[in-house]
């Protein structure tokens, strides 16, 4: 069982950044990768990245890839996602997944979710 919080999410101008904290409660957080999805209002949840549980595997979406990095800190059962360079198409909710199984780049991979939390980027 892993139970997921989110943190970090704000209003923010385009080209600014943005660091969010996914925290976790549970004992097998630290053998688990870890993903990003976001929800842009009208479309479907989209995948980010994710890290795998040591941390030496992490995949991006082409979207975000040179802009966003994925770090998680074992010790501290957070993943990380700082976000540089933030463009509007960025806005949604910004959540996090655990314990995938498949691809860990599709939502339905993942078991375990947080509730998410915003991110608006203004033109």
């Known amino acids: 069982q892993v139970q997921l919080a989110e943190s970090g999410g704000g209003l923010v101008q385009a080209g600014g950044s943005l660091r969010l904290s996914c925290a976790a409660s549970?004992?097998?957080?630290?053998?688990?990768?870890v993903g990003w999805f976001r929800q842009a209002p009208g479309k479907e949840r989209e995948f980010v990245s994710v890290i795998s549980w040591s941390g030496t595997t992490r995949y991006y979406a082409d979207s975000v890839k040179g802009r966003f990095t994925i770090s998680r800190d074992n010790t501290k059962k957070t993943v990380y996602l700082e976000m540089n360079s933030l463009k509007p198409e960025d806005t949604g909710v910004y959540y996090c997944?655990?314990?995938?199984?498949?691809?860990?780049?599709?939502?339905?991979?993942?078991?375990?979710w947080g509730q998410g939390t915003q991110v608006t980027v203004s033109s």
């Open positions: 549970g004992p097998s957080f630290s053998s688990t990768p």
């Open positions: 997944a655990a314990d995938p199984e498949g691809s860990w780049r599709a939502s339905t991979d993942y078991g375990y």
